[in-house]
């Protein structure tokens, strides 16, 4: 199973060189302790969570460091960008990482952006589903037009096509219950998170992923990774008293994010998203350590995280080392080292 880290950009009095100067230390220690790999959001006007609105500039900084780790995207908003721009700057990234990059797609449940840019978030789903479209047929290498209702192409053959052939390993987030067949009818990957949804939640909706499966060009099963929050100490007791104001900040920001444009067009029902939000923002942190995330003991968490991945058929686990962005940096490295160093062994 590949166990990888989502690296979060920003805490309460960091500086923007500050973020960046953490995060290139978590990467330097989890190529040299031998992390499968590294993920980076796409986040725009929110500085108290993230300097990370450039995640393909970062993913090239972060190639330039390393030799071994994968570097992806959790995930790249196709929407707000024009996908042949995106079809040569990602093939350009699977050169100068020789092949580690994976490219993790979405269109974000959040409007925010979107209004900013001004990009209707009514229109994100098509203009999802257009983009991808064009970007794999960008990366066949030869000339093609495509005439859809947000991008009209007439292009000749696109360089660079990827290193990896046909293309990186693409996974797509996938945040409400009709939504799970998708990438399946694709032929892609699948990222889900312990957020809204709950494990239940996710093992009830699953098989329509899977039932939904077409190869396309990935080759093999459908693949499905989980992004958690994770945090380890040396007794349980350290690790839920350390954690707890994170946590519950996290929680308590993901209920906020889950109504944001509560009844506009693409976001969904919006009694359902209201149920969810304030699911979210009920539970306390006892019901947070159950049902949201893991923590504990090294030997804990890897039971924990090995139970995830038989009961939901896991084939990697992204773990959230800091998810309310509010942990001393020391304490995060120190997760990521027994993470590394005694969890993975576990795991293997």
């Given at each position: 199973?590949?166990?990888?880290?989502?690296?979060?950009?920003?805490?309460?009095?960091?500086?923007p060189a500050g973020a960046f100067k953490d995060t290139f230390e978590l990467v330097e220690a989890a190529e040299?302790?031998?992390?499968?790999?590294?993920?980076?959001?796409?986040?725009?006007?929110?500085?108290?969570?993230?300097?990370?609105s450039s995640p393909l500039v970062m993913a090239a900084a972060i190639a330039g460091r390393t030799q071994r780790l994968?570097?992806?995207?959790?995930?790249?908003?196709?929407?707000?960008?024009?996908?042949?721009?995106?079809?040569?700057?990602?093939?350009?990234?699977?050169?100068?990482?020789?092949?580690?990059?994976?490219?993790?797609?979405?269109?974000?449940?959040?409007?925010?952006?979107?209004?900013?840019?001004?990009?209707?978030?009514?229109?994100?789903?098509?203009?999802?589903?257009?983009?991808?479209?064009?970007?794999?047929?960008?990366?066949?290498?030869?000339?093609?037009?495509?005439?859809?209702?947000?991008?009209?192409?007439?292009?000749?053959?696109?360089?660079?096509?990827?290193?990896?052939?046909?293309?990186?390993?693409?996974?797509?987030?996938?945040?409400?219950?009709?939504?799970?067949?998708?990438?399946?009818?694709?032929?892609?990957?699948?990222?889900?998170?312990?957020?809204?949804?709950?494990?239940?939640?996710?093992?009830?909706?699953?098989?329509?992923?899977?039932?939904?499966?077409?190869?396309?060009?990935?080759?093999?099963?459908?693949?499905?990774?989980?992004?958690?929050?994770?945090?380890?100490?040396?007794?349980?007791?350290?690790?839920?008293?350390?954690?707890?104001?994170?946590?519950?900040?996290?929680?308590?920001?993901?209920?906020?994010?889950?109504?944001?444009?509560?009844?506009?067009?693409?976001?969904?029902?919006?009694?359902?998203?209201?149920?969810?939000?304030?699911?979210?923002?009920?539970?306390?942190?006892?019901?947070?350590?159950?049902?949201?995330?893991?923590?504990?003991?090294?030997?804990?968490?890897?039971?924990?995280?090995?139970?995830?991945?038989?009961?939901?058929?896991?084939?990697?686990?992204?773990?959230?080392?800091?998810?309310?962005?509010?942990?001393?940096?020391?304490?995060?490295?120190?997760?990521?080292?027994?993470?590394?160093?005694?969890?993975?062994?576990?795991?293997?």
């Amino acid at each position: 199973m590949h166990v990888g880290i989502f690296l979060e950009e920003a805490r309460p009095g960091s500086t923007p060189a500050g973020a960046f100067k953490d995060t290139f230390e978590l990467v330097e220690a989890a190529e040299a302790w031998g992390l499968d790999g590294v993920w980076l959001g796409e986040i725009h006007f929110n500085v108290a969570r993230s300097v990370l609105s450039s995640p393909l500039v970062m993913a090239a900084a972060i190639a330039g460091r390393t030799q071994r780790l994968r570097i992806g995207t959790a995930v790249h908003l196709l929407p707000l960008n024009h996908p042949l721009r995106i079809a040569e700057d990602v093939a350009t990234l699977d050169h100068m990482s020789e092949g580690r990059f994976e490219f993790g797609v979405g269109r974000s449940g959040s409007p925010r952006a979107y209004d900013v840019l001004g990009v209707p978030y009514g229109e994100s789903q098509a203009r999802f589903a257009e983009a991808l479209d064009i970007i794999r047929e960008a990366w066949k290498g030869e000339g093609f037009k495509y005439d859809g209702k947000f991008f009209r192409v007439q292009t000749g053959p696109v360089a660079p096509t990827p290193y990896q052939r046909p293309h990186p390993p693409i996974r797509m987030a996938v945040n409400t219950p009709e939504s799970f067949a998708i990438p399946g009818e694709l032929g892609v990957g699948i990222f889900l998170g312990l957020r809204a949804l709950d494990v239940a939640d996710l093992k009830a909706y699953l098989p329509s992923y899977r039932g939904a499966w077409r190869p396309a060009g990935q080759g093999g099963a459908p693949t499905v990774y989980l992004r958690v929050p994770v945090y380890i100490a040396p007794s349980e007791r350290e690790a839920r008293a350390e954690c707890e104001a994170a946590l519950l900040s996290f929680c308590a920001r993901q209920a906020e994010i889950t109504r944001l444009g509560l009844g506009r067009a693409g976001t969904g029902s919006a009694d359902r998203k209201e149920f969810w939000a304030d699911r979210l923002a009920g539970l306390d942190y006892e019901a947070i350590v159950k049902t949201r995330a893991v923590v504990g003991t090294a030997s804990h968490v890897a039971e924990q995280l090995g139970a995830l991945r038989d009961e939901l058929g896991l084939d990697g686990v992204v773990a959230e080392l800091d998810p309310g962005c509010q942990l001393p940096v020391d304490r995060v490295m120190r997760t990521l080292r027994i993470l590394t160093h005694e969890v993975m062994p576990a795991l293997a």
